[in-house]
Structures are given as structure tokens and as C-alpha cells.
């Protein structure tokens, strides 16, 4: 297993050092004020409204019971970014993960996005996943360029999916990376 996958450790974004470490139960108040400090457009992608305290403890019931593997990133022991990789081993698609992510508004164009980007890749591969996945509203740019620079591609856009707080209604883009097929980023991530 790689050196990136071990926690908690410190990983530079621009100029700022943030720990990264596994989601644990006590952190559940300090996600969800990361939750609501950010834009509610933010959130869209997500099955579920995480500002939501009972949104909360179920997450961090499913990652003690081993079903979502999530990382926190923290700052001056505020949470400014988060991960979830979340795969339903009793699916008929016990192969695919979802990648979930979420950064601070102020941590934006560090960098620090791609990090936890590829921290959650290469978690994936780790836990032997085929496919991943990832849900974003088609106007965050910079998120989509993120994961396409990692190999995802497009493959579906649902259109009026989700309705925001005020009933308007949002696309939503799926991308996916078929990592049997992307051979050379498991050897890049030194995981083939």
C-alpha cells in the first residue's frame, strides 16, 4: 500500500500545510459547519444534505460499518475539505465507487482539490475498485477539470435532477473512470 494512504499525515496545498486524516466520530459538529459555511450550490451533487445533523451520523455510521471510506482535511483544526468514497458491496455494481468531495471556498485554486482527488483514486485502487464515479452540476468547471485531467470522462448528464431550496431545478453530470482500462494510472500510483 502506498505512503499516501497512511493517516493522519500533512500534505502542502500552495502554500498551506493541512492534515489530512479518517473521518471519526467526534468530528461530526466541525463537518457540519463546514457544511453550511459552504454556497448550497455546492451541495447539489450530493444524495443527501449533509448540513443535516441526522445526514451526519447516518455517514458516520455507514463509514464505522466499513461501507464509505472518508478522509478530512484539516487547517488550524478547522475542516476546510472532505472526501467520501462510497461503494454498496451488495449492489449489483460492487466493482464502482462514488467519489464524493467537497473543499472550503477559500481553499479553491491551491491545488488542494486534485489532492484530495487523487488521495481518493488511489483509495479506490487500493480496495480493488473497477470504476469510480463522480456527480457535479455541469457549471463547476474547475472540479470537472480536476477529475478529467485524472481520466474521468462523461458519460451521463441527468438534466433537472435536483431541486435547490428555492425549486429551481439542476442538472447533474455523471463522469466515470474505468480503472481496468486505465492501466498506466495504476502504475503511475504505483498500485499495478
Known amino acids: 500500500m502506498p505512503d499516501t494512504l497512511t493517516y493522519p499525515r500533512t500534505v502542502k496545498a500552495g502554500t498551506q500545510t493541512i492534515e489530512l486524516r479518517l473521518l471519526r466520530p467526534d468530528d461530526a459538529p466541525a463537518l457540519i459547519a463546514f457544511a453550511q459555511?459552504?454556497?448550497?450550490?455546492?451541495?447539489?451533487?450530493?444524495?443527501?444534505?449533509?448540513?443535516?445533523?441526522?445526514?451526519?451520523?447516518?455517514?458516520?455510521?455507514?463509514?464505522?460499518r466499513g461501507l464509505i471510506r472518508s478522509i478530512v482535511a484539516v487547517e488550524n483544526g478547522e475542516i476546510v475539505g472532505c472526501t467520501a468514497l462510497a461503494r454498496d458491496e451488495l449492489s449489483w455494481s460492487p466493482h464502482v465507487a462514488d467519489i464524493r468531495l467537497l473543499i472550503s471556498p477559500r481553499m479553491r485554486g491551491t491545488g488542494f482539490g486534485r489532492v484530495l482527488a487523487q488521495e481518493c483514486l488511489t483509495m479506490a485502487m487500493a480496495d480493488g475498485v473497477s470504476k469510480l464515479t463522480a456527480r457535479l452540476t455541469p457549471d463547476q468547471g474547475a472540479a470537472l477539470t480536476v477529475f478529467e485531467d485524472l481520466g474521468f470522462r462523461p458519460e451521463a448528464l441527468l438534466r433537472d435532477h435536483v431541486r435547490d431550496n428555492d425549486g429551481e431545478l439542476h442538472d447533474i453530470a455523471i463522469m466515470a473512470l474505468d480503472l481496468d482500462r486505465q492501466g498506466g494510472i495504476k502504475t503511475l500510483y504505483g498500485m499495478g
Open 37 to 64: 459555511g459552504l454556497p448550497p450550490h455546492d451541495l447539489l451533487f450530493l444524495l443527501r444534505d449533509i448540513r443535516n445533523p441526522r445526514v451526519v451520523a447516518a455517514w458516520i455510521e455507514q463509514v464505522e
